[in-house]
């Protein structure tokens, strides 16, 4: 079984067919089940645009899964600094952790939140992607806003999320908790994490280094099962591989019947093997050999699959084959 704290991202997969609504409405389930299941915490990511992933803002979904859960921390993972100005991710934040205090997280990310040009660019209002100062300029100002200007009372924990070293040496140089996209960039983790550790300095919001792993993570009764599940985000990432956005989210059944070029398969199966798709035993062994490799401090795992049921259910394997009876918490 797993030592570290386990954590859920939810990326708000909507179903082809279904309504945006629909996808609304087992978020707040979803979280409601978490909460009773004992898991650390429950990110919400941003993103734009897309026919398989709601766009729904990570402050209004933590807003509402905090009003109806008791005990789980909530929050972004990430709201993306670019889209916004810094003042007001503090005062949207600020305000959260006042109204439920030492529940709430402010977790940083860099990218966009889509693959469309012409929605990037209205995010920004026009303006292009944000260089490396300005990235960093928008984190250190939001920082400060949280301080100097909101002054609620508690404060949401930050955490600064990245897929490369280049975002881990950020997170360094500010002194904030890590959250590595292990289920993104693989090939990116040792080496970042690394540099993140050996070059980071303490801060008041952090006085160690601290590092959360994200992994897909698909666990079912059987290996069988696990793969059928996972065949829907397959799809979705062929298509990312060709720099497509636009692929909705098929269900299992369709999936199974999607073929795959010889270039595809080979990358995905590659991303499988370094994420924890199976029965509950090999999950658990997966996740715990990722644990060993990467000393992370925290898992959060990420479940995208087609119903809310079966993803429910990998959840709720883990809970009963991975994690600990009484599940460890942060100090």
Not at 270 to 292: C, M, N, T, W
Request: proline content about 8%; hydrophobic content about 45%.
């Amino acid at each position: 079984m797993i030592d570290v704290p386990l954590s859920a991202l939810e990326v708000a997969m909507v179903q082809a067919g279904a309504r945006a609504a629909d996808t609304l409405r087992d978020t707040a389930e979803f979280a409601r089940r978490l909460d009773d299941l004992g898991y650390l915490r429950l990110w919400y990511a941003e993103h734009h645009h897309s026919p398989a992933i709601g766009a729904f803002p990570p402050v209004v979904l933590t807003a509402h899964a905090a009003a109806s859960t008791s005990s789980i921390r909530l929050g972004s993972g990430g709201v993306l600094a670019p889209n916004h100005a810094p003042i007001m991710l503090a005062e949207q934040f600020g305000t959260l952790a006042a109204l439920h205090p030492d529940r709430i997280d402010l977790g940083i990310g860099r990218g966009p939140g889509t693959f469309d040009e012409p929605t990037a660019r209205a995010l920004r209002r026009g303006a292009g992607p944000a260089t490396d100062d300005e990235y960093r300029d928008d984190v250190a100002e939001t920082l400060r806003f949280l301080v100097d200007e909101v002054a609620l009372g508690p404060l949401p924990e930050p955490w600064l999320l990245a897929s490369s070293t280049a975002g881990a040496a950020l997170a360094a140089e500010l002194g904030l908790p890590l959250a590595f996209a292990h289920h993104i960039r693989p090939d990116n983790t040792l080496a970042a994490l690394d540099h993140y550790r050996e070059h980071f300095s303490p801060s008041r919001w952090c006085g160690r280094p601290r590092v959360l792993v994200c992994v897909e993570t698909v666990c079912a009764e059987t290996q069988e099962e696990a793969v059928h599940l996972a065949g829907p985000m397959d799809v979705v990432k062929a298509g990312l591989l060709k720099g497509r956005g636009d692929i909705p989210f098929p269900t299992p059944e369709e999936a199974a019947a999607h073929s795959f070029t010889p270039e595809e398969a080979r990358a995905l199966t590659g991303f499988r093997a370094q994420q924890a798709h199976g029965s509950p035993e090999i999950v658990d062994k997966r996740l715990r050999e990722l644990v060993d490799v990467t000393g992370a401090d925290e898992l959060m795992l990420v479940t995208p699959v087609y119903a809310l049921a079966d993803r429910l259910r990998s959840y709720e394997l883990v809970r009963q084959h991975v994690m600990l009876p009484t599940a460890p918490q942060l100090p």
